[in-house]
């Protein structure tokens, strides 16, 4: 499995920005895929996880304002974030996970200014 994440920027606090992730590869085999961040600094943590099913899951600090998606047959995963702030600023990773591997796309930078 091969991903590809995109849609990173600058925005101002209170803004919004779309990531998108592209899977490519074996993406029949996959459980679950996430959105992760790691701010300056700190240890990457988890952002917001989809299932196959369809079930999410996100951490308590961009609940009600960060919405994951994917696209059918598994193709696309996005991170709508919305209200913005400066403390989400962080490299933005893509995750999906199979049976027996986990695949990590290469980051994309979220920079949000006060």
């Known amino acids: 499995v091969q991903l590809q994440a995109s849609g990173g920027g600058l925005v101002q606090a209170g803004g919004s920005l779309s990531l998108s992730c592209a899977a490519s590869?074996?993406?029949?085999?996959?459980?679950?895929m996430g959105w992760y961040r790691q701010a300056p600094g700190k240890k990457r943590e988890l952002v917001a996880t989809?299932?196959?099913?369809?079930?999410?899951n996100y951490a308590d600090s961009v609940k009600g304002r960060f919405t994951i998606s994917r696209a059918n047959a598994k193709t696309t995963l996005y991170l709508q974030m919305n209200s913005l702030k400066p403390e989400d600023t962080a490299v933005y990773y893509c995750?999906?996970?199979?049976?027996?591997?986990?695949?990590w796309g290469k980051g994309t930078l979220v920079t949000v200014s006060s």
């Open positions: 995750r999906a996970a199979t049976s027996g591997m986990d695949y």
């Open positions: 989809i299932t196959s099913g369809g079930s999410t």
């Open positions: 590869g074996n993406i029949f085999s996959i459980s679950y």
